[in-house]
């Protein structure tokens, strides 16, 4: 099998002046590679992880059972209702970069899926900054779109959000909003999307919630008026004060904001693991039974937390991670051999989802050391745009160890394109 190549192939790496010259393409973020170098050296993995075509399938597969429970009114109406009001506002729009997070072992298992997917961009570009050592490994793929077409669709998903919620033609400025986004650790990649956009001919700026005023029926800053919203923050209900500029503009339908409450209540809260994990209420809510077969394979069985059943998730806590419902980036996230009981007497409480415990493949970097690894799936309208890893130390993905970080995903071609090789056919040599 191809995964097995990710024990001892390492002579596949990261071209970095193919790297430095694709970040730096336009003079307007000359400089951009030396910031990601200084502020996050750790961000790119020098090596792919390959992964068989199978597993692409089977996580393809997964996603659309997602997404067509998503779409059935029982699931919506269950869900909308637990979420805040704010959510229950149905703006056209999807929503951009849902992120499908998977573990690999026997076969893919989703962990969690979030609406503010970070690093498509990023990824793009790694992924056209690879040296394949062997003709074996140069057959393969990086995923659905060839790197050249990324960022051509990654701008048409901004259009087509644009349209979704009712306008015509394109937006004339669109701002990339996240609280005191220099502070972040991906403004790099803000950098980076302020730029894809100028090269359409769309006005662009990174901007602070507080530099917005919603003035006239319009979002506004100093430079006039914004059209399109391009939200990274991590407030998925826009409640807190900083931003009522943009929760006005929103409720008010004056800017396309994407993504958004909406999104974020069907997709991204936690619970909604525990109902795509639960065949009983699956087909309560009319799912077909194939459908229902895909995601009990696919989604380990997650459980609300809730003192009914703290005893029972307590005695089986080495079996679990405990996860915040509205949590992201692993903020508040616990495997169950690792809690405490102070930590335990906060969870018990509610807010928390016990998930299955599956562990994460690994992609060795040198004879001897391993990293763990999950593979992320950019999808858009139910398609997957790109796939991407990440490779960590540790509880969590951190984008802090050496030798990790987002590395491409390679597998083989789709066998109607009649040129993959079969994966067990594969080798690596240098």
Not at 269 to 284: G, Q
Request: with cysteine; net charge negative; hydrophobic share 45%.
């Amino acid at each position: 099998m191809i995964e097995a190549m990710n024990s001892d192939c390492f002579c596949v790496s990261l071209d970095r002046d193919a790297l430095r010259q694709a970040i730096e393409a336009d003079p307007s973020v000359q400089g951009l590679s030396a910031l990601i170098e200084a502020r996050c050296p750790h961000l790119f993995a020098a090596l792919p992880v390959f992964v068989s075509r199978s597993h692409v399938d089977e996580m393809a597969k997964v996603i659309a059972a997602v997404e067509e429970v998503a779409a059935l009114p029982a699931y919506r109406e269950e869900v909308l209702a637990r979420a805040p009001g704010i959510a229950r506002i149905d703006p056209g729009a999807r929503g951009v970069f849902v992120g499908y997070d998977f573990h690999l072992g026997v076969r893919p298992r989703l962990i969690e899926i979030n609406t503010n997917a970070g690093g498509g961009l990023l990824n793009g570009l790694l992924g056209r900054a690879q040296r394949a050592c062997c003709e074996d490994v140069a057959r393969l793929v990086s995923g659905p779109l060839p790197g050249e077409r990324l960022e051509q669709a990654i701008f048409e998903m901004f259009v087509q959000e644009w349209r979704l919620a009712g306008r015509q033609g394109f937006p004339a400025r669109v701002a990339i909003l996240d609280d005191s986004p220099e502070t972040q650790f991906l403004y790099p990649e803000f950098l980076l999307f302020e730029r894809l956009f100028r090269g359409f001919n769309v006005q662009a700026s990174v901007l602070a919630p507080e530099q917005l005023a919603f003035e006239h029926g319009e979002l506004r800053d100093a430079q006039g008026r914004i059209d399109l919203v391009y939200n990274r923050l991590t407030d998925f209900s826009l409640a807190e004060d900083a931003h009522a500029a943009l929760r006005a503009a929103y409720l008010a339908g004056a800017a396309v904001v994407t993504p958004h409450p909406r999104a974020h209540a069907l997709y991204a809260d936690k619970r909604n693991l525990a109902l795509l994990s639960d065949a009983s209420r699956l087909a309560a809510l009319g799912a077909r039974h194939e459908t229902i077969e895909i995601l009990l394979h696919g989604v380990p069985r997650t459980r609300l937390v809730s003192a009914a059943i703290a005893d029972e998730l307590w005695a089986d806590r080495r079996r679990l991670f405990f996860k915040p419902a509205a949590g992201h980036g692993s903020k508040g996230a616990y495997r169950g051999d690792k809690l405490t009981k102070r930590v335990w007497n906060e969870i018990q409480q509610g807010g928390y989802v016990a998930q299955e415990l599956v562990p994460p493949s690994e992609r060795s970097i040198s004879p001897g050391t391993a990293l763990k690894t999950d593979i992320r799936n950019y999808v858009y309208a139910g398609e997957v745009q790109l796939l991407a890893a990440r490779l960590y130390q540790g509880q969590a993905t951190n984008m802090r160890t050496p030798g990790g970080g987002f590395a491409p995903v390679l597998t083989t071609a789709q066998a109607s394109d009649g040129v993959a090789a079969a994966d067990a056919s594969l080798t690596c040599v240098s």
